[in-house]
């Protein structure tokens, strides 16, 4: 059954694609002179389209979502983008090639919920004291952000999201965490030993403590621009290592304060991502006949 649905899940993707190329065929008769894809395709601008290894593009939101580690949950309250292109198929993965600037999984800043001691107004309290309260507790020097930063090659399984089963995306992945005490250089997580994050829109199959979750293929929209909306990716499997570089000079004290706190390293089965948002795909040669 699971064998009949990712073949029909890979024929609509294979459509969705002939349609894609149909367009883009269509589009290079009118192609003009302006420097950005424009209209529908606008969203591309970041599409590395002078790379050979570009036979599509990819632009991704995360509007909503968590990203937890250990002991310590961040809601994703703040808009985070995955871009750039999309190499030949291999297997059913698509390797995410860099964006043109580079900025391939933005670095947005989410905020840490009770800074750096996690210190949170109790929910008893009126609600517009809490938010006075915890916007105090999140700001100077007792506040913490924590960025989510790619450190390797993503990759996209496109007929896996569609339809719900399988590994969708794979993030490798480090959070920088940033505060005046811990530094600019607190990570958890390296090029080295990256968080790999297997995302997918189906059901996980975590070890325990954590069970399993459910995201969503969200719905789909074909065209010339091929729109997944409303899905949501997920994964509570993963592993997680010590922090390094934090405080600077002290890390060798800092360090072990800060695995104390947030329950580093973490096993698999006590981490989660949810990732909520939308994604667009386009062939390579619609978005430059768009130009």
């Not at 933005?106 to 001691?117: A, C, D, H, I, Y």
């Not at 020097?141 to 089963?165: H, P």
Request: hydrophobic share 40%.
């Amino acid at each position: 059954m699971i064998g009949r649905t990712m073949a029909s899940g890979r024929r609509a993707l294979s459509t969705a694609l002939v349609v894609v190329a149909a367009s883009a065929a269509s589009l290079a008769l009118a192609s003009s002179a302006a420097a950005t894809p424009t209209g529908e395709f606008a969203n591309f601008a970041d599409c590395p389209l002078s790379n050979p290894a570009t036979v599509a593009c990819l632009y991704g939101l995360t509007t909503s979502g968590e990203f937890e580690i250990g002991s310590t949950a961040v809601p994703l309250t703040k808009t985070e983008v995955l871009q750039g292109g999309l190499g030949l198929e291999k297997e059913g993965y698509s390797e995410i090639v860099p964006a043109a600037d580079g900025n391939t999984l933005s670095k947005t800043p989410q905020t840490v919920p009770g800074g750096l001691f996690k210190i949170v107004a109790p929910e008893s309290w009126p609600g517009w004291l809490q938010s006075i309260f915890n916007g105090f507790v999140n700001k100077g020097l007792t506040g913490v952000t924590a960025t989510t930063e790619l450190v390797g090659t993503a990759r996209l399984n496109a007929g896996a999201a569609l339809i719900g089963s399988g590994t969708a995306l794979e993030l490798p992945v480090r959070v920088h965490l940033e505060n005046p005490f811990l530094g600019s250089k607190c990570y958890v997580g390296s090029a080295s030993k990256p968080v790999t994050v297997d995302l997918t829109t189906g059901t996980t199959s975590p070890p325990p403590p954590n069970e399993p979750i459910t995201g969503s293929p969200g719905e789909v929209e074909f065209g010339a621009v091929l729109r997944i909306n409303n899905n949501s990716l997920v994964n509570n499997s993963f592993a997680a290592p010590t922090a390094e570089g934090c405080g600077g000079i002290f890390s060798f004290l800092v360090d072990p304060a800060v695995d104390a706190e947030i329950g580093l390293p973490s096993a698999a089965g006590h981490n989660t991502a949810i990732l909520n948002g939308s994604q667009e795909i386009a062939s390579a040669e619609a978005v430059r006949a768009s130009e």
